[in-house]
């Protein structure tokens, strides 16, 4: 396409599809029709995917997922399609910012972090892999909540990106489901009917997702709850306005908003209607489409693939033996067969907070069938295998992990290390029963969202360097390894990262209104508050570090931004606690006359992807410092390796993964293993024997506790002072010392020359993280699917 083919057709929708006229229209009627303009040249490759699914009788695989953080997706698109040019030259043309209008677009925020981030990412591989897939899951009305900061306390306001129209989407009516509620169950021999007493109705809207050159293009499928029976005219005709609005505003909460908690299972009654209908609806569609196009439903294990994204659509298992058993006559024990041949569940937690475990007395009353159903299964597995160590069900609790992994063929960990602790811990039994069933796929990123848009800059320089063959092949980056010896490609590594955080300092100073120095450090850690993240230790350090530099503030110090970035789930105390003392310790620091040139703290609010792309390129450190065995994986560790930031963590999650591909001296690990967390816990008196060995940590708590970063309330920060001296569950104080050496280390090695090979090193032995190569995996080792043949480009 060229830029007057774009322009014409950005003029053409501004008319015909918005209705306005060139002379009036705002930058939102701009971004609209340009997105209406390059969602055009995305139907047909969508369309012919479809098609040849279709005709070739292709297994496709359904990613069942209650979140998916797709963030923006009109440059994602421009970028796959390669319409760069065409449409910087017709924004050009019509004298309008690019940028600006790229800015525009609400960030489609419909997940809570690295689960729902990993989903988006997979889409996206899927169509670049030409894997014939469809995600499914709800279209959130409101997705997580807007972070602002009011007198540096977390304020939520709720997040409302369908109040402009979503470009994007195609609304399906004709794709219209019923799904009930509670009721009861009439049972016929071993087979039940179910009648529901409460129906609504779930109504289908697709988003194309399109992959690298526009190859192939699969669909993300959202749920809107919507009423069965709408508005009732004879109330409102009595006079009962309210009363006749009521059905339709009920129906419709189920998909009002995300859930904003990923931390602490809490039992709503309203989340696991959101679990069921999104799972039944989504199953509902795949048997009526297998249906249309088999008549044998043995032959579902080889032409469907479905993943449960974590537990969330765990009711897939007992939904589908009910649909097979129940509703079409199967045999039980052929239904599980047949249901567990087709799913599979992959496991994102091992945090015992996290585990969904849903009451039985709500689930007996919610989804009656489905309860008899899961103790049949249960009572099943027991039969199989000769053992009742395991169970689905337990003190009046229903185990959804353990539920998921009794009804799926495969089960897989995020990590390698995470894997390993699954079959030693949370899935121990279950694994000895099932020694084949757990894997592993290391979890990955998207390279053309995670390099090749978000960092222009360092992306031509790989491409001038080792042509593009690297967007879609992302390990051939180890092709730039002979070029780290070259001083011309070493320096212009170097100008890409230093104009990038030139960019995001200036970002800082218009938007925050902080000035930072481009020299400093970039030290970033940007992911969701919480204790076993540890937040509060980076902090620790920055405080005795700021200290330090007040003790002897002319030592030469090496200047440093630390920037942080994340929310707090709303009901979670500790972690607002660390947002607050984050955001008072920034104003303290930065307004200090004898640091602030060496020492500052930016905490922009609002965490989310659209800002993990500004500010990921722009990285010199990247801090993935978690208590070792508490993240499962990790994701944002590995795109800010991609971007030629250098990692400071601990041996936990991904990193393990990340410090053996890019070495162990361009990496800087602290802290103590899984196992020597396990052992350490065990001594009572850890923290406190870490806070007397260590006085720089002793004073950084004592200035925490002392009132100096609230003035105005000396015992704020008591709560997580006395946490830290007394608790401390995720060891902050006993890995605090080995940080701070760490720390230092950093400031010896950065400016240095060799400081830029390191950070190449990590962008060139980054290539295995590439969300294709975690889909390839899912692809040979659990789906058992193949990529479509004889796919071409559609865009050049
Ligand atoms: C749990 C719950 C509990 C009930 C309320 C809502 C809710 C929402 C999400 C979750 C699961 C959180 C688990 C999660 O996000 N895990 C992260 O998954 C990433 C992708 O695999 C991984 O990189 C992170 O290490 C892991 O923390």
Redesign the pocket.
């Known amino acids: 396409m060229t830029p007057s083919e774009m322009k014409n057709a950005i003029l053409h929708h501004l008319v015909y599809t918005l209705g306005k006229d060139v002379s009036t229209a705002h930058i939102y009627d701009w971004r609209m029709a340009l997105s209406f303009a390059v969602r055009d040249q995305i139907v047909d490759p969508w369309f012919g995917a479809t098609r040849r699914s279709y005709a070739g009788k292709l297994k496709r695989v359904y990613y069942l997922s209650?979140?998916f953080l797709i963030g923006r997706l009109l440059k994602d698109a421009i970028i796959n399609l390669r319409l760069e040019d065409a449409a910087l030259g017709a924004m050009n043309d019509l004298g309008l910012n690019y940028e600006q209008i790229l800015e525009d677009e609400p960030d489609a925020a419909l997940g809570?972090?690295?689960?729902g981030r990993?989903a988006a990412c997979f889409m996206e591989s899927m169509s670049t892999l030409a894997c014939p897939a469809m995600g499914y899951g709800i279209r959130y009305e409101h997705g997580l909540f807007r972070q602002r900061f009011e007198d540096g306390r977390q304020v939520e306001e709720p997040e409302d990106w369908l109040n402009q129209r979503h470009a994007w989407e195609f609304e399906r009516p004709e794709v219209a489901i019923d799904i009930g509620f509670g009721g009861h169950v009439q049972e016929i021999g071993k087979r039940a009917n179910w009648y529901p007493s409460e129906m609504l109705i779930a109504m289908g809207h697709d988003t194309p997702v399109i992959g690298w050159k526009g190859r192939w293009g699969n669909t993300l499928r959202l749920w809107e709850a919507r009423p069965m029976h709408g508005f009732d005219l004879q109330r409102f005709n009595r006079g009962d306005y309210a009363a006749a609005a009521e059905p339709e505003a009920l129906a419709r909460t189920l998909s009002r908003v995300l859930?904003p908690?990923?931390t602490?299972?809490?039992g709503k009654e309203l989340?696991l209607k959101q679990e069921f209908f999104f799972t039944a609806a989504s199953l509902r569609d795949i048997l009526r489409r297998f249906e249309s196009e088999y008549n044998d439903l043995k032959r579902l294990p080889q032409k469907a693939a479905i993943q449960m994204n974590?537990t969330?659509p765990a009711i897939a298992g007992p939904e589908l033996v009910r649909l097979l058993h129940d509703e079409r006559g199967m045999d039980f024990e052929e239904a599980v067969g047949i249901a567990r041949n087709t799913l599979s569940y992959t496991n994102?937690?091992l945090l015992p907070e996290?585990l969904?475990r849903w009451d039985e007395g709500l689930m007996g009353r919610l989804l009656p069938r489905h309860l008899q159903l899961i103790y049949r299964i249960n009572e099943l597995h027991m039969k199989d295998t000769g053992s009742r160590k395991v169970t689905a069900v337990e003190d009046g609790h229903v185990k959804m992990g353990e539920l998921s992994f009794i009804m799926a063929h495969k089960v897989n960990g995020?990590s390698a290390l995470h894997t390993d602790l699954m079959k030693k811990t949370v899935f121990k039994d279950l694994h000895e029963q099932h020694p084949t069933r757990i894997v592993n796929e290391t979890?990955g990123v998207t390279p053309r969202r995670w390099l090749l848009s978000c960092n222009p800059r360092l992306s031509s320089l790989i491409t001038e360097t080792i042509g593009e063959g690297w967007v879609d092949n992302l390990e051939q980056l180890e092709r730039l390894e002979p070029h780290i010896k070259d001083s011309s490609f070493l320096e212009r590594f170097a100008a890409a990262k230093r104009a990038n955080k030139v960019d995001l300092a200036r970002w800082f100073a218009d938007d925050l209104k902080i000035s930072v120095d481009p020299e400093s450090i970039f030290d970033v850690q940007i992911k969701r508050i919480h204790e076993y993240k540890r937040q509060h230790m980076n902090l620790l350090e920055t405080i005795a570090h700021w200290l330090e530099i007040r003790d002897n503030p002319n030592a030469g110090w090496v200047p440093r931004v630390k920037i942080f970035g994340g929310k707090a789930a709303p009901g979670y105390v500790f972690a607002k606690e660390i947002v607050r003392l984050t955001n008072d310790v920034a104003k303290v620091l930065n307004s200090d006359p004898l640091t602030s040139r060496y020492l500052k703290v930016v905490y922009p609010p609002n965490y989310n992807v659209s800002l993990a792309e500004r500010l990921i390129p722009a990285a010199d450190l990247s801090e993935q410092i978690s208590t070792a065995g508490k993240?499962?994986?990790?994701?944002g560790n590995m795109k800010f390796a991609l971007n030629g930031a250098l990692t400071i963590g601990t041996l936990d999650?991904a990193n393990v993964e990340i410090r053996d591909l890019v070495k162990a001296e361009n990496f800087f690990l602290f802290g103590m293993t899984a196992e020597e967390v396990m052992e350490r816990r065990k001594d009572s008196g850890h923290a406190a024997e870490a806070i007397a060995k260590d006085s720089r940590l002793a004073r950084a708590i004592e200035t925490v506790r002392s009132g100096r970063f609230s003035p105005e309330e000396p015992g704020r920060y008591h709560g997580i002072a006395d946490n830290l001296t007394h608790h401390d569950y995720f060891m902050v104080c006993s890995d605090f010392t080995d940080f701070w050496r760490a720390q230092r280390e950093v400031d010896g090695a950065f400016g240095k020359p060799n400081w830029t090979c390191m950070a190449a090193y990590n962008t060139a032995r980054s290539g295995w993280f590439s969300s294709d190569r975690t889909i390839r995996g899912y692809m040979a080792d659990i789906w058992n699917a193949a990529p479509a043949p004889e796919v071409e480009d559609a865009a050049e």
Request: no cysteine; proline share 0%.
């Open positions: 209650m979140e809570n972090g690295g689960l990993l859930y908690d990923d602490t299972e809490q989340r974590d969330h994102h937690t996290a969904e995020v979890n993240e499962a994986s990790g994701t999650g």
